[in-house]
């Protein structure tokens, strides 16, 4: 590889659906110098490796600018904040889905009950009519179609230039030529319509569809440009775990400085109660820290001089002293911003199924089109008057385009993710695009983080074991007493424990604690102690055989001991006990044919325990936040497709890496930002639910793709005329638009059935 080589990550403007990474990619690497390129649509980011000796962003922009589309290239600076582009967020708000898809969506319902309306009309007798004069009904369909087009249409439009240009359809480029195609014939008529008379054109208007067609995909573009618009926000939210100040000590004075301006190797100051603002070595002082936003242990780790620290972490009690290792986008934090990022924008999306088909469909029709035209206009002028050859020819040629426009193709998709999305909320399963759905239904394997998704998340008394002279009511009444008076977040857990015995405590004098050892008191002048073994060692203790490597403490549980002068007491233990659900949510995991993984920064001992009682089928333990991101890797590399459970910001790169992500919402703001699905109190029953939800809106989707490309199979054919030679049977524009809103109708009608479909 060239020492010249760089890789950087730009934003890319123009985007609108499968077939862009396509074209972008292969223009990128086209580019002399360009080694890789990986396109992401739904962070609309390039990942791009080239020689900077042979080109530049300013270069490759200049290629892609032609095609439609837009380079950003990096800001260069250096702050705690630089993986968050500003002007990527800056597009997603200008988003012309993001700014019409809501009101063109009630717009396009409207005049879809107007049509079906008017087709009943026509179809039955007994309907009665649209009680609005035939005039001011064709008005009002004009000028709701020419609104709809004047505020979202330019998209499509220059869908249809960048086909002319590049060759290459997508879903917007069937839209802006059928869309465009009904208006254009529909407005002649309307204007025009002697000339139209005169020209034996039928006078048929399509504005009607115009508007749904346009305002239904408008939509289905507005649901997925909110989840784009989550990207930066995600990264912007990790970023903001780190303090934004430190007290730093420079010639012995402490001075109040941001973050942006301390260096390597100066000394901060961290109080109990406050974020560690750098990561760093202890140089002075002992405490308890809360790391669990960063590698997801629930219990609080006691540090000492010598001990690393992680900016962003919980100081709980004792003051510090720590010296700075790392600054900037060096630190824990920026580095797994910038694995997170990494991973958004090397992402592949899947291939839409419609963008595929509309490859090859709109070639064919403009084809099919042109080729009808020509023929009626040469061939049948042999055997019929030319007028009427040439009126033959245009119902032909609109009648093609028309039936052809993407209307039932179009919805196939959008609608049936429009209800599952809503359906999803409803079951508690928040999704945030329909590229997650698709995703979802193939997953193999469930990789689930342990702590706060399997587990609770928090530390409870699992066991009390008194000695043989105690009772389990005096143990946990001392030990809960002793506790009553300190801040160290397993004092709580004895307090809660105690409170829901209803165990009265005993009064304690002279309490004090010692850090990261334990608790003292004397309780009716007599001296308590409670604490790890090293602090009943120093008070000349013995343990007694029962209470030494228990199976317990090879459990994974924090061992407290109690003791009296020289007696031993009895041990409370404490640990993160699992979810009542979560055997139960393996289960349908297992019975969907899905193996379960944990995943875990925890021990093995006490990840095995917890995955024994889950009935997890395969545990990777001792992990840290980047490793749990190359194991994710591997996993879909051996399973083809794979899907991660987290909550805490230690899943984050993870869940970005899989091809779902999946947050427990009683996580952290960053898992919950960066994954494409959120499952609402943190109820793991709901993942085997999403799970479902997916395999059946993707059965539905397939079945709307088949009818919506069925009805253009048969129906243009039949616009071409081919059955008029033979039998004098052609289809009339009014019958074509009558197949399209036919399809329109059952494209809905099937995705609606996913409100009533079981899916627990």
């Known amino acids: 590889m060239s020492s010249n080589n760089t890789t950087l990550t730009l934003s890319v403007q123009g985007m609108h659906c499968a077939s862009c990474v396509s074209v972008i ?8 110098g360009v080694s890789e390129c990986s396109v992401n649509i739904a962070t609309e980011k390039a990942h791009v490796t080239f020689d900077a000796s042979q080109t ?10 032609p095609l439609g589309y837009t380079l950003t290239e990096p800001t260069e600076h ?5 993986n968050v582009p500003q002007d990527h967020t800056n597009h997603m708000n200008h988003d012309e889905s993001h700014v019409h898809g809501p009101h063109l969506m009630i717009v396009a319902l409207f005049t879809f009950a107007l049509m079906l309306w008017d087709i009943a009309t026509q179809s039955f007798q007994k309907v009665p009519p649209i009680p609005l004069p035939p005039s001011v009904f064709m008005m009002l369909m004009f000028v709701l179609a020419t609104y709809t087009l004047v505020t979202s249409g330019s998209q499509f439009f220059s869908a249809v230039l960048r086909f002319i240009k590049t060759g290459k359809a997508n879903m917007d480029t069937l839209v802006g030529i059928g869309a465009g195609t009904a208006y254009l014939y529909s407005l002649f008529v309307y204007i025009f319509p002697s000339m139209a008379f005169r020209l034996q054109l039928p006078f048929i208007l399509y504005f009607d569809v115009v508007t749904v067609v346009v305002g239904f995909i408008v939509y289905g573009k507005h649901l997925e440009s909110r989840s784009k618009r989550k990207t930066g926000e995600a990264l912007q939210q990790l970023m903001e775990l780190q303090a934004k100040t430190a007290l730093v000590l420079r010639d012995k004075q402490e001075i109040e400085l941001p973050v942006e301006e301390v260096r390597i190797g100066d000394l901060l100051i961290v109080k109990p109660g406050t974020k560690i603002p750098l990561d760093g070595l202890i140089v002075q002082g002992a405490s308890s820290v809360d790391e669990s936003l960063v590698t997801g242990e629930s219990m609080p780790i006691d540090k000492k001089k010598g001990d690393g620290v992680i900016g962003g972490t919980l100081n709980q009690q004792g003051a510090l002293v720590v010296q700075t290792t790392k600054i900037g986008k ?3 934090l920026a580095h797994i911003a910038q694995l997170v990022e990494h991973a958004q924008t090397t992402k592949a999306p899947i291939e839409r199924l419609a963008d595929a088909i509309s490859s ?24 019929i008057p030319v007028q009427q050859a040439i009126a033959l020819a245009l119902t032909c040629f609109v009648g093609i385009l028309v039936i052809a426009c993407p209307c039932a193709l179009g919805l196939a998709t959008p609608t049936a993710v429009i209800v599952a999305v809503g359906r999803g909320a409803k079951q508690g399963i928040l999704i945030k695009d329909a590229e997650s759905l698709e995703k979802l239904h193939k997953t193999r394997v469930v990789v689930m983080d342990k702590t706060g998704t399997l587990t609770n998340g928090k530390p409870v008394v699992t066991d009390v074991v008194p000695s043989q002279k105690y009772t389990y009511s005096t143990v946990l009444s001392f030990a809960a007493a002793l506790e009553k008076n300190s801040e160290h977040p397993l004092a709580h857990a004895v307090m809660q424990k105690a409170q829901t015995e209803n165990i009265n405590l005993h009064h304690v004098e002279k309490f004090i604690a010692v850090q990261g050892k334990g608790v003292a008191g004397k309780v009716g002048g007599k001296n308590y102690i409670l604490g790890n073994q090293r602090f009943l060692e120093e008070k000349n203790i013995v343990l007694p055989p ?3 490597d228990t199976v317990h403490t090879k459990q994974g549980k924090t061992p407290l001991y109690l003791a009296s002068e020289k007696s031993y007491m009895g041990a409370l233990y404490l640990a993160d006990t699992l979810k009542e659900n979560a055997q139960h949510a393996v289960k349908r995991l297992h019975k969907l044919g899905i193996k379960v993984v944990m995943l875990t920064g925890d021990l093995l001992e006490p990840a095995q325990y917890i995955a024994a009682q889950a009935g997890i089928d395969q545990v990777i333990a001792h992990v840290l936040p980047h490793e749990k991101a190359q194991h994710v890797e591997e996993l879909k590399k051996q399973f083809h497709q794979a899907t991660m459970v987290g909550d805490g910001v230690n899943d984050a790169p993870a869940l970005a890496t899989a091809d779902v992500g999946i947050a427990m919402s009683t996580g952290t703001d960053i898992a919950i930002s ?8 943190g109820d ?3 993942l085997a639910d999403a799970i479902v939800l997916s395999k059946k809106t993707m059965r539905i989707i397939r079945q709307n793709l088949f009818w919506a490309f069925f009805y253009n199979v048969v129906g243009i054919p039949l616009a071409a005329g081919i059955l008029y030679p033979f039998f004098g049977i052609l289809l009339n524009p009014i019958f074509a638009g009558l197949a399209m809103a036919l399809s329109s109708v059952s494209v809905v009608s099937n995705s609606l059935r996913l409100r009533a479909l079981k899916i627990q």
């Open 25 to 32: 990619t292969r223009a990128l690497t086209k580019i002399p």
């Open 56 to 65: 530049s962003p300013t270069q490759m922009n200049a290629v892609l600018h």
């Open 78 to 82: 250096h702050t705690q904040h630089e």
């Open 330 to 332: 060096d630190t824990m």
């Open 360 to 383: 090859v469909f709109v070639p064919v029709v403009l084809v099919i089109a042109f080729i009808t035209l020509l023929a009626w206009l040469t061939i049948a002028p042999q055997f």
């Open 546 to 548: 029962e209470a030494r």
């Open 674 to 681: 960066t994954a494409n699905m959120t499952l609402l109190k």
């Open 684 to 686: 793991l029953e709901k």
